[in-house]
Nanobody, 119 residues
Framework: QVQLVESGGGLVQPGGSLRLSCKAPRMITSTFSMFDVGWFRQTPGKQREAVASITTYGDTNYAEAVKGRFTISRDNSKKMSFLQMNSLKPEDTAVYYC??????????WGQGTQVTVSS
């Protein structure tokens, strides 16, 4: 199995910021660069939601709910993707997952990292 490791989650007050990281420690750089990266989130009892994605070429896409607040990026040399989350709202509370895929698929998933936005 491809290993993906998310980190950076935690408890933050509304209006605060967090930066999530996704790393593929066992993957070589050239292989990582061939995958699109997606960030998803899920709250218990709710369907998983696509948050942001970045292609192998660097094209980005965002869910309307996070547009203007979240920024996805990638550093292929580090085999990593980042999700910068600003102006956080309570409704952003969820477990956030990183995925790698090709051709619109989400083939590999990390274990998730908890983000809690609360006063």
């Amino acid at each position: 199995q491809v290993q993906l490791v998310e980190s950076g989650g935690g408890l933050v007050q509304p209006g605060g910021s967090l930066r999530l990281s996704c790393k593929a420690p066992r993957m070589i750089t050239s292989t990582f660069s061939m995958f699109d990266v997606g960030w998803f989130r899920q709250t218990p009892g709710k369907q998983r939601e696509a948050v942001a994605s970045i292609t192998t070429y660097g094209d980005t896409n965002y869910a309307e709910a996070v547009k203007g607040r979240f920024t996805i990026s990638r550093d292929n040399s580090k085999k990593m993707s980042f999700l910068q989350m600003n102006s956080l709202k309570p409704e952003d509370t969820a477990v956030y997952y990183c995925s790698l895929g090709q051709g619109g698929s989400n083939d590999y998933w990390g274990q998730g990292t908890q983000v809690t936005v609360s006063s």
